[in-house]
């Protein structure tokens, strides 16, 4: 079940997210944070979605916001009043955040919730693809070089020296890399 996370002091608006929100398993800690042990209380609760509530103690929230956010540590819908809007404008802009009036939560926060979990299961996924292509792209430059390496000391063509790699990854039964790493420390 998706998890949210609500930082919050006032008892209040506690009792009022857990009724609005049904869908989800909701944990609530009123205990003061801050930038140090932010990450000891996520691997405690492992939630998908981050709820700050303005009341939270915290000796700087502005510089909480800003790390949470801009470093994609985890979605985090903030509930603001009116009077308590000047320090978060660095993360306004940025998709792992969400500014929402306290008079207006009962109406959006339900969606809040939903677009976050749909983005962090979509951010994963990119993840591991970035990762793929980033591990692809330096097997690519193993070969890349041995190539250019067989190409000045063998004097072979493009294609000679990526058949060479290539037929002696067949013959030994070994990938593309293991042949073209062989090759560089040659």
Avoid: W
Avoid at 20 to 35: D, G, I, P, Q
């Amino acid at each position: 079940m998706e998890k949210v996370l609500v930082l919050s002091n006032d008892n209040i608006f506690n009792m009022n997210i857990k009724r609005l929100v049904k869908s989800y398993l909701v944990e609530v800690t009123t205990a003061e944070v801050n930038v140090n042990i932010i990450n000891k209380t996520l691997k405690l609760y492992n939630p998908n979605v981050l709820i700050i509530h303005h009341t939270l103690k915290c000796s700087n929230i502005s510089i909480l916001l800003d790390y949470l956010v801009t470093n994609k540590v985890i979605p985090v819908i903030y509930i603001n009043n009116v009077s308590n809007f000047g320090n978060i404008y660095n993360v306004m802009n940025d998709i792992y955040f969400m500014n929402m009036d306290e008079m207006k939560i009962s109406s959006l926060l339900e969606f809040g919730i939903d677009f976050f979990i749909k983005l962090g299961v979509q951010y994963s996924f990119l993840n591991k693809k970035v990762e793929q292509l980033e591990h692809k792209l330096e097997e690519e430059k193993y070969v890349l070089n041995a190539k250019f390496k067989l190409m000045k000391d063998k004097n072979m063509s493009e294609e000679e020296a990526y058949m060479f790699i290539l037929k002696q990854s067949m013959d030994q039964r070994v990938s593309k890399v293991s042949i073209a790493k062989e090759i560089l420390k040659n």
